[in-house]
């Protein structure tokens, strides 16, 4: 079935209407210009992980673009959780997104009506799980992540999401499941939808998170790396450095921690450390109820 004609509601702008209307006109902004911005937030059990932070996230990542997202956080949060409901999920993946709307074509668009939708799907894994179980294989990508000058690294913005899919189409041509992307500087710095962590001598490593998104998945992995005694260190990483590390995993939302074997020329082998924390991850996002006394 293809996307658009599943069954169901989507949330938009204020109330739930049937998932094949949720459409908007070709003259939209957001669509010409890139004047979007999204969320990708994951429901266990019936609750959305961090799902104020994600929606806080969003606001703020409208912000950077130049606009208020027009609901609160409390009201999108609302609107989440009744979504889920309506749709019966208990374990789902959630997309609110927030763009200019089509009342006026050009660059400038100052008066547009900012639209807001949430949708959400079940969708078990990002990656393909039998190769996910094994480590997944990156390749280089051509493109690098700009430097924050140039582009607002910190919004999630649609914009910033152009070199990200043309990055992993180039590497699923080739066989691989995503792309390692560098940053400006030559430096190490994140998968195209997913942030990017090594073991070495049994300390961890991970990019600082300078021009591109600090994932709410990365900083839950760091909590929870901390939370059993292990060391973090977020620093540059140099490709070259990639020949010193035992481990390579990747997370994100979607993603959530995915085992990584090879990334080009390197190999790495899913250890300890990386099997410790899928398991603590994944008991992090499970909801935590009172229990009943
Ligand atoms: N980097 C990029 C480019 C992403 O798309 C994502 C997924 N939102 C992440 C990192 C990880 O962010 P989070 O853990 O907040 O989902």
Redesign the pocket.
Known sequence: VPFDQMDGDIWMNGSFVPWKDAKIHVLTHGLHYASSVF??ERAYGGEVFKLRA?TE?LIESGRILGFKVPYSAETLDAATNELLKRQGFVDAYVRPVAWRGSEMMGVSAQNNTINVAIAAWVWPSYFDPEQRMKGIRLDMAEYRRPDPMTAPSRA?AAG??MI?TISKHAAEAKGYADALMLDWRGRVA??????IFFVGDGVIHTPDPDC??N??????VIELARRRGLEVRERAIMPEELSGFSECFI?????EVTPVAEIADWRFTPGDITRQLIGDYSNEVQPKRQAAE
């Open positions: 969320e990708g994600h996230r999630k910033l999401y990200c994140e998968a195209t939808g997913a942030n591109f998104l994932g709410i998945t990365r900083q839950t997370c994100g939302t979607a993603a």
